[in-house]
């Protein structure tokens, strides 16, 4: 059965940084394409960052600099390590998993993803 389980979210203040976990049940993850999203209220899910099968990174241009993607192979988890964060970061983070990146380059659709954690929330105060 595949989890997706994240962790790591939380209130922070702007400036400050936060580390999202997420361990990955029923599937290799350094073997499939991941992805971190969020979605804000009122707003469609977005993709942030993600990585593929090579450990090649993809993180959107809105947040790079700032996020970085990465996984523990041993421990079949991923992380998303967030810093200087801005108000506007807050959102449900949510973790992904797929294969299609086998076949195609890695993106950041929600389409291209078939398992989904339930979310971490970041709240950003100013």
């Known amino acids: 059965q595949v989890q997706l389980v994240e962790s790591g979210g939380g209130s922070v203040q702007a400036g400050g940084s936060l580390r999202l976990s997420c361990a990955v049940s029923?599937?290799?993850?350094?073997?499939?394409?991941m992805g971190w999203f969020r979605q804000a209220p009122g707003k469609e899910r977005e993709g942030v960052a993600a990585?593929?099968?090579?450990?090649?990174?993809t993180v959107a241009d809105s947040v790079k600099g700032r996020f970085t993607i990465s996984q523990d192979n041993a421990k079949n988890t991923l992380y998303l390590q967030i810093n200087s964060l801005k108000p506007e970061d807050t959102a449900m983070y949510y973790c992904?998993?797929?294969?299609?990146?086998?076949?195609?380059?890695?993106?950041?659709?929600?389409?291209?993803?078939?398992?989904w954690g339930q979310g971490t929330q970041v709240t950003v105060s100013s």
């Open positions: 990585i593929d099968s090579t450990g090649k990174p």
């Open positions: 029923g599937f290799t993850s350094s073997r499939a394409c």
């Open positions: 992904a998993g797929g294969f299609k990146c086998l076949l195609q380059p890695l993106r950041l659709r929600r389409d291209d993803y078939s398992y």
